[in-house]
Nanobody, 121 residues
Framework: QVQLVESGGGLVQAGGSLRLSCAASGRTVSMHTMGWFRQAPGKEREFVAASSWSGGTIHYADSVKGRFTFSRDNAKNTVYLQMNSLKPEDTAVYYC??????????????WGQGTQVTVSS
């Protein structure tokens, strides 16, 4: 079992920055890939970024490449999403998620409660 708690959302003007955090707990956290997803009003949830705890490639959605950065602090069991050059279309509820193994693809079994990010124009 993995528990996830996000924080760091808020209201920001276009062009601004926010950093989201996701604190993970559970005995098998180190065996999970961690991902960020988002869901805008009236839209389906979409993938944003993901990486395994063991390192390796960080995967990004094309819409955020060059603007968002995924990072992790293994000692704190925390992952981050640094979001720069934010656009109004980045407005969404952002979720942290975890899935067993090292692949970012497939079903994510554990989800946080979500944190709202609102970008004003």
């Amino acid at each position: 079992q993995v528990q996830l708690v996000e924080s760091g959302g808020g209201l920001v003007q276009a062009g601004g920055s926010l950093r989201l955090s996701c604190a993970a707990s559970g005995r098998t956290v180190s065996m999970h890939t961690m991902g960020w997803f988002r869901q805008a009003p009236g839209k389906e949830r979409e993938f944003v970024a993901a990486s395994s705890w063991s390192g390796g490639t960080i995967h990004y959605a094309d819409s955020v490449k060059g603007r968002f950065t995924f990072s992790r602090d293994n000692a704190k069991n925390t992952v981050y999403l640094q979001m720069n050059s934010l656009k109004p279309e980045d407005t969404a509820v952002y979720y942290c998620a975890a899935r067993p193994g090292s692949s970012p693809y497939g079903t994510y079994d554990y989800w946080g409660q979500g944190t709202q990010v609102t970008v004003s124009s």
